[in-house]
Each structure stands twice: as C-alpha cells, then as structure tokens.
C-alpha cells in the first residue's frame, strides 16, 4: 500500500549539535517531496522541498537528501537551536498529484 | 498578506449540533483544503477544491459539507456533530501551475474543535 513515514516518533538532541530525522515511502510513482515544520499550536510551514530528479538541496541550515533507491527521504538540521523544537512532517507528492503526508517526528532539543 | 486565516480558534459542541469553520485567503490561490489532524493518523484529507464552484472528496469526508462560492472562501460545515468529529482542522491553499511550488500549501492555524 502506500505510505509515507518516519522512522521515529520523538527524536531528542542536545542544543547546537546537528539533528536527522528520516522518512521513508514505500511508492516509487512519487514526483516531489516536501518537509513541513509544525510548531505547537500552530499550523504546518514549509520548510524545504526536492524534485524526483534530484538527491539533494540544501536551504538555510537545512538538507535534505532523497535515496531513491531505498526510498529514503531525510532532513538534516545542521546546529539545531531551541526554535527548532517542532513536530516535522514529511510528504510525498504522486505523479498524479496525490498528496500524502507522515505521520511526524517530534524533534525535542535540550537546552 | 494575512495568508490563510481560520475561524474560530476553539469551539465545544454538542452532540448533534452544527456549525462552520470558515477560512480564508488572501493570496489568490485556487486550490483550497481542509484537514484533520489526529494523535497517530496525521493529517487527513477532507475535502478540497481546484477552484471557485468546484469541490471534491478527500480521504475522510463523511460528516461534512463544504461549498466554494468565491476564490477566498472555504467553509467546512458540519451538519449534526459526532464526538468522533472532535480534532484540530486546518485549512491550507496554494496556487494552481505545473512548477513545483504549486505543490507547496499554505496552511492557517488551525481550529481545535471539541464534540462532548
């Protein structure tokens, strides 16, 4: 069937070490892939996003790295500071345009 | 910009009653969604539109209606509430192209909703 998630429900990691937190789908009919940070209370927020053609693009403190061959989507937080304390979702986007998103990775960060 | 606002932020019901949640957006999107997010399942689909006049079906649509009347509006109504029905909705829009970044939505806040 399809599915799209992440490895581990609650991730914790010390202030200003980097963070990783994976994601892996099981459909390879998949065009693009977005991260999307939800902080508490609040809605989700796109964060970073990599087409089917590439394996990786990097944005401000962020990267994200796409094996299509185990089908594996990860997104790395390089010097994770307390403001990055969010539940992160990942999502799969299918040719035909179905949006499907993980069920979340709480990344907690230790001051 | 205000991006996607929703109303109201919280509200209990009863059992049986009905209510609205509105939403709304001031970026000239054409697509417009609601979702439900719950403990363990993620965020689900409700229903969805392309467009002013069209709506359509997503993953969990029983027990609710909407309507899209203008470009802006996206109202999710739910006729006769269910306790099963209590969640936190969101409502999210992006803009219609073949770019990638029509794929990328615009999410509100959110509602938390309550059915005792």
């Given amino acids: 069937g399809e599915s799209v998630g992440l490895h581990l429900p609650t991730l914790s990691v010390q202030e200003g070490d980097n963070s990783i937190i994976n994601c892996a789908y099981s459909n390879s009919a998949s065009d693009y892939f977005i991260w999307y940070k939800q902080e508490s209370g609040k809605g989700p927020q796109f964060i970073i996003d990599i087409r089917s053609n590439m394996d990786k693009r990097q944005g401000q403190r962020v990267t994200v790295l796409l094996n299509k061959t185990v089908k594996h989507l990860s997104l790395q937080i390089a010097a994770t500071q307390p403001g990055d304390s969010a539940v992160y979702f990942c999502a799969e986007i299918h040719l035909t345009g179905k949006l499907i998103f993980g069920q979340g990775t709480t990344l907690q960060v230790k001051p | ?116």
């Fill in chain 2, 1 to 116: 910009n205000a991006g996607v606002t929703q109303t109201p932020k919280f509200q209990v019901l009863k059992t049986g009653q009905s209510m609205t949640l509105q939403c709304a957006q001031d970026m000239n999107h054409e697509y417009m969604s609601w979702y439900r997010q719950d403990p363990g399942m993620g965020l689900r689909l409700i229903h969805y539109s392309v467009g002013a006049g069209i709506t359509d079906q997503g993953e969990v649509p029983n027990g609710y209606n909407v309507s899209r009347s203008t470009t802006e509006d996206f109202p999710l109504r739910l006729l006769s509430a269910a306790p099963s029905q209590t969640s936190v909705y969101f409502c999210a829009s992006s803009y219609s192209g073949t770019d990638s970044g029509a794929n990328v939505l615009t999410f509100g806040a959110g509602s938390r909703l309550t059915v005792l």
